[in-house]
């Protein structure tokens, strides 16, 4: 297997969520548009991890991979308490209504 | 030897492909359910190909982290968040955001795809070593141990705002 195979799938990913982010109004779809953004990233950290281990004793890439995993959790957390109250506010989770800043 | 790498290719491509369209469902769905629905397969995927690259417990975590807790999080999302209207005529911004979305995304995955062929090109996998859970933990309780107490530090710091910034009073 080639190193390139993961690479240009995990880039593929993350132009799909990419674009998932930019064209999504629902806040809870952005979100996992940024869901699939942060796997891509995942899969070539494992990837780097595997092709750069040539002796078998370097697991960098998969603790990297856990961190990245671990954080992602803590992020969608919070990230659905904030969509969860400004639904309450609002009534409305679209994201392009949420212009108090806005000059 | 050439037999297990036919298979692992196959099962590669086979899997990549799935999930290249579960994700573009994801992303083009009107229906949020469905996207949340079409999101398990992406991530299952993902999972998949952590074992191909021989990273079990990344695999592992994958599906009890992301499948176990992730998605119910998102179901959950989207059964508080539903709005009587229902959500599928807006579920998308119209007009220019979409073509000009669509044209930066395909951009950036052009000039990736350039760069990644071009930087890696004849880089091969060589004998892949099944990476023990042992080792990996090894390696987060001696290298990476202030990473990972910070690490427990934020999990604990999302929670308490997670309760806080939810919490009906």
Not at chain 2, 13 to 39: E, F, G
Not at chain 2, 95 to 108: D, N, W
Request: hydrophobic fraction near 65%.
């Amino acid at each position: 297997m080639f190193l390139n195979q993961f690479l240009i799938l995990a880039a593929v990913l993350f132009c799909i969520g990419l674009y998932g982010v930019l064209v999504r109004r629902n806040a809870v779809l952005v979100l996992m548009s940024i869901e699939l953004i942060l796997n891509s990233v995942n899969i070539n950290l494992v990837a780097f991890g595997a092709w750069w281990s040539v002796d078998g004793a370097n697991v960098s890439g998969q603790v990297f991979a856990l961190f990245v995993i671990a954080v992602a959790a803590a992020e969608v957390g919070v990230g659905l308490a904030l969509v969860l109250l400004i639904f309450r506010n609002r009534k409305s989770i679209a994201v392009d209504e949420l212009d108090a800043l806005k000059g | 030897m050439l037999a297990l790498l036919v298979a692992q290719n196959i099962a590669f491509y086979v899997i990549a492909a799935i999930m290249v369209l579960s994700a573009i469902r994801v992303v083009t769905t009107d229906n949020v359910l469905h996207a949340a629905l079409w999101l398990v397969i992406v991530l299952a995927g993902v999972g998949a190909q952590f074992i191909l690259l021989a990273a079990e417990f990344v695999a592992i975590t994958q599906v009890l982290v992301y499948l176990g807790a992730i998605i119910v999080l998102f179901l959950f999302g989207i059964m508080l968040t539903r709005t009587q209207a229902g959500d599928a005529r807006d579920a998308d911004h119209r007009g220019p955001v979409k073509i000009a979305a669509l044209v930066l995304g395909a951009a950036l995955l052009g000039l990736m795809s350039y760069a990644l062929l071009d930087g890696f090109r004849d880089s091969e996998f060589g004998d892949m070593v099944v990476q023990r859970t042992a080792e990996v933990s090894d390696s987060i309780f001696s290298t990476y141990l202030l990473p990972f107490e910070v690490l427990s530090v934020l999990l604990l710091a999302a929670l308490i705002g997670a309760i806080v910034l939810a919490r009906r009073d």
